[in-house]
């Protein structure tokens, strides 16, 4: 059972009308409705609750009584005070106004679920090795590593980020032009309070990535829809709808979610715009490294000789998720703005972490465990896509795409892509629709599944076998 200590405090507002004891019954009420407090949890006691809130124990007895005598809690003696074992969550008054449900875009599974997107090959990360590194950084641990951790990043990382980019990804930078954060949530989070500012148009790909448009949408900035086609973001149109625009946000080496790469004309045609206007280009690089018909593309930001490019990179997809690491390059003469803007926004990330990164790059594990995966998912991806399309081809076919961590599977015969993925995640398939990632009616259908998990051509029959019942 749950202790007092488990629980937040309750609060009571000295302003109200209504009586403190009132307050506090009511608070109570509202948790057990809500299964914030379950039956058996226990409650604090009067004497504590009483000297917490700083009110007299006779109100808190009080309200104990009342919700005692309408069989809320019960008083157990020396086991405290708890939640009555029948009790029952009761409907809210619905003569109270509603809260409206909060459409969010969340990659968080209780289990990692056939087709997932977002992760990894969970089973081939190299565990030992990274057991090791963290082993010997326990071991090694001193008072200093102990104290509040590095404001933008611990420099060994930083250092080692700038040194990998500049020999994978074409990236000439030095370590004080990379930011550690917590994500990409984080990254963007930190670009729009540096230089943005409330109601600045920022363009953005469509489809594109849920998650951009509602950071975008919290922070106040007017999203303005472009178009992507074969060769990615149609810079014209971004152009003909808002030229003006401050930023654009794109994903150059594998389009979220189409995983067309963005063209050459168009990178350039991209960059004179920003250069031109003096407005910001956000580079989400999420999967850059996995390319399957030829050596990785360099990054956009590798051809900007106006500094006027943002580098987004994560350890989500070629570590894992739950490391929760991710990082910024900013133009050199940015750094000073954004080192003051992190200091008012940014808390130190953990260092443990960052020093087994750290420790993996400098001594060649990471490169090596991206040349595998890069083995490894040119493998699954066909393996995936022979066995879905065994299964499936009368109802949809696969899009070729040169690199990434997923497959599009284009439907037939007008079918709903929504209701399928619907249908497919209420029976243990994790799918996206493409039409959940367009900001307006698209004629784009089709779903996004994950190849990275599955290790054969038998278990995409399996799942095919099943995605053709849901249809």
């Known amino acids: ?69 309408e069989g809320y809690i019960q008083s157990q003696g020396q086991a405290g005070t708890r939640i009555a074992a029948n009790v029952q969550p009761q409907p809210e008054n619905k003569t109270q106004p509603q809260r409206a449900p909060t459409k969010a875009f969340g990659m968080h599974t209780p289990a990692i679920l056939p087709l997932q997107m977002g992760l990894p090959a969970m089973d081939a990360f190299p565990r030992k090795i990274w057991a090791r590194l963290g082993a010997r950084y326990l071991r090694a641990m001193q008072p200093n590593d102990m104290k509040y ?34 994500g990409y949530r984080s990254t963007l989070q930190l670009i729009a309070h540096t230089l943005l500012k409330a109601d600045d148009a920022v363009w ?29 973001i149609q810079v014209h149109s971004g152009i003909t709808l808002a030229k003006n625009a401050r930023a654009a946000v794109v994903t150059p080496a594998h389009q979220s979610p189409l995983c067309v790469s963005l063209s050459l004309s168009r990178r350039l045609a991209l960059l004179e715009w920003a250069t031109q206007q003096k407005s910001w280009i956000i580079e989400d690089d999420y999967d850059g490294e996995y390319r399957y018909v030829s050596r ?66 400098q001594e060649g594990h990471f490169s090596r465990h991206i040349h595998r995966m890069r083995k490894l998912y040119a493998e699954r991806r066909e393996h995936a896509a022979a066995g879905l399309n065994k299964i499936l081809s009368q109802h949809l076919h696969i899009a070729p795409q040169p690199g990434g961590m997923h497959l599009v599977l284009r439907l037939h015969n007008g079918l709903n892509d929504v209701e399928i993925a619907a249908r497919m995640r209420a029976n243990g398939l994790y799918v ?21 998990n599955i290790e054969s051509q038998a278990q995409a029959e399996k799942i095919g076998q099943k995605i053709l019942g849901l249809l």
Request: aromatic fraction near 8%; include cysteine.
């Open 296 to 361: 990785p593309l360099p990054a956009l930001k590798s051809l900007d000789t106006a500094g006027r490019v943002l580098y987004c990179g994560t350890f989500s997809k070629v570590l894992f998720p739950g490391i929760r690491l991710a990082y910024l390059v900013v133009p050199e003469n940015e750094v000073q703005r954004f080192e003051q803007a992190s200091l008012g926004f940014l808390e130190g990330m953990g260092e443990m972490n960052q020093a087994i990164v750290s420790a993996f790059m």
């Open 1 to 69: 059972m749950k202790s007092s200590a488990s629980r937040p405090l309750l609060t009571i507002e000295s302003t109200s009308d209504e009586p403190f004891y009132r307050q506090i019954y009511h608070r109570v009420r509202a948790s057990i409705n809500q299964e914030l407090l379950k039956p058996g949890d226990r409650l604090p006691s009067a004497r504590q609750l009483a000297k917490e809130l700083g009110l007299a124990r006779g109100t808190i007895e009080s309200a104990y009584a009342l919700l005692s005598a």
């Open 149 to 182: 951790p590095a404001q933008f990043g611990l420099p060994a990382l930083r250092d080692a980020i700038a040194a990998y980019l500049h020999m994978a990804r074409g990236i000439a930078c030095t370590g004080a032009q990379v930011f550690i954060t917590s």
């Open 204 to 232: 953005v790909e469509d489809p594109g990535f849920p998650l951009t448009r509602q950071l975008l949408n919290n922070a106040q900035l007017r999203q303005v829809a472009v178009p992507v086609d074969a060769e990615g």
């Open 432 to 452: 996206h629709a493409i039409s959940n990632w367009s900001s307006h009616a698209s004629t784009e259908r089709g779903l996004l599944v994950s190849f990275t």
